[in-house]
């Protein structure tokens, strides 16, 4: 088992004051916080190595290059993927959504249906609205379960010959459920049909292989993973990935540029174009570095052991109600209380120096099919504490006594 | 009838008297709870003030040169805001409304207590407020 006490000295931020009393910091499904060892490589880079990447001759240049592309070969052995030219760095799960979602614009015609599930975060929706109003295509949804779980029997009729793709969450960031992605990519390639996992919420929680998944597309942010904001990746397999075209033209993504014809770049290159996000990606490779030192399986028994702990409190509280509350999820818990608005609790919280989420969580589906205008979602990660979560439930108790 | 500046005064008086935040939220959330809630007829889309994370409601009417406010909230501690915001504003003249300087939310120490999210809602509401008054000023 991990040293919380211990860890908790590497991240800064967790000794802030809030409201006069410790920050407790309980919105890492939203973004994680940064320790000591990504922030310091991130001043470093600038410090020492900032220069632009694969260009230059110089030794910065080379020196920034070489850091920039462990990065990549860092996420290439954490996700168990292949060859590192089919990690693309992107700023975020979105970027990396959007990516393929524009890629397959001239791939699809309105023959074609693709299939998303009901708790699937805007960004996982959103995309493939826009692609469907330029293609013609369906789009289809697998739908939820009262236990927030997905509906694979439904998951399995909708797999008609028609569907090309399955863009799926791993874990949603609304309730927790861990979804079982590879049952749902093996039956999605019985099909004949693609699948692209948005990973956003479930590459913090436990360790993932891409090969062993032998999912086509994967999608991910490192600031969910103790990382920098504006960072992630897109893994793609490298056939489906040379099938796309680019995303945006510019610099790097190119090998030959005339006025007549431009030849692209082979992959990664191809899908990075212009100056990326450099400290950004080497503080990403810091990040899963950190966290592999932690170890995987001791962050994943260790959430568990929070969420199990916080999940008990909670329950004995008079009208709570939790949503998804099941044994295959990570480390976050959405909940409501009677009647009471979750902006309601969320702002007295916030009073005690609490940091929760409250409202849909850009998942509108999960509130309509729960008929509530949102939750309150406290997310757990490695660096809180028991005594953080009966401090947190000390204060619901008191935002359900002062508005009752 | 009491001015705009006299009822703020008012406001922040009562807000001395609370020792801590938490007394302060007691306070809005039973202003909260008194407040009657609108009926479904104006708990309509066209009444939805933008920015609030809960729905906040607003509805005028305008009469003999006042306007009457009223409003409503799925947020307990929204609506005890909004009723602090109705006592400031509702029966007056639009161009008082207008020329209006809104210092209470500041000296009560709301805005500190406050999430910028909220604080934002706020600001919209006081914002629909006048704008409600421009409009009426300008159809006299």
Redesign the interface.
Known sequence: MLDVYKIREDFPILSKKI?NTDLIYFDNAATSQTPNQVIDVISDYYKNSNSNIHRGLHSLSADATDKYENARAIVKNHFGISNSFEVIFTSGTTHGINIISSGLEKELSSKDELIISEMEHHSNIVPWQMLCDKTGSKLKIIPMNSDGTLNIDKYKLLLTPNVKFVFVNHVSNTLGTINPIKEIIDLAHLNNSKVLIDGAQSAAHFKINLSELDVDFYVASAHKLCGPTGVGFLYGKSELLDSLPPYQGGGEMISNVTFKQTEYAELPHKFEAGTPNIAGVIGFGAALEYMNSIGFDNIEAYEKSLLDYATEKLKKIDGIKIYGDINEKISVISFNIKD??P??I???L??FGIAVR??QHCTQPIMDHFNI??TVRASFSFYNTKSEIDLFTDAVE?ATS??G | MKSIQQIQNEIIDEFNFFQD??EK??YL?DLGKTLPAFDSDNRIDSNLIKGC???VWLNSSFNNNIIIFEADS?????KGIISLLIRVFSGHKPEDIIESNIDFIEKIGLNS???QT?ANGLLSMVKQIKIYALAYQSKK
């Open positions: 409201n009471y608005h902006s309601d969320g702002s007295i916030d009073q409250t409202g205008p949102g008191k002062m508005l | 935040w938490s939220y007691q959330i994370q809960s729905k799925d947020a307990i501690i929204s207590h406050l999430s909220r």
